[in-house]
């Protein structure tokens, strides 16, 4: 009687392991799949994000009794002021 039911058990734990081990396979393929895909899109994609300098307020220009006066906010910017490096819009 007990070897009645051993077969049908074997049977069925033979076929989950089965498919526990074709499960993990297949999993392992996905991802590795996928893995691929993902290298590929990284080498042509560019990754690069030009990010343009907003403009900044440093300094104040005025015009007092026919000289001109600035007036500097940030002091970084006045050793490029004394070197000249600077441009003119008009």
């Known amino acids: ?7 049908p058990f074997g049977i069925l734990l033979c076929l989950v392991i089965y ?18 895909k993902f290298k590929q899109w990284k080498k042509h994609t560019p990754t690069t ?3 343009q300098e907003c403009k900044e307020l440093v300094g104040l220009v005025f015009k007092e009794n026919g000289t001109i006066k600035i007036e500097l906010l940030k002091q970084e910017v006045k050793r ?3 070197q000249g490096k600077f441009e003119i819009k008009e």
């Open 80 to 82: 490029k002021l004394l």
């Open 19 to 36: 498919f526990i081990y074709t499960r993990s396979q297949f999993e392992q393929k996905t991802h590795s799949l996928y893995e691929e």
């Open 1 to 7: 009687m007990t070897l009645d039911l051993l077969i």
């Open 49 to 51: 994000i030009n990010m």
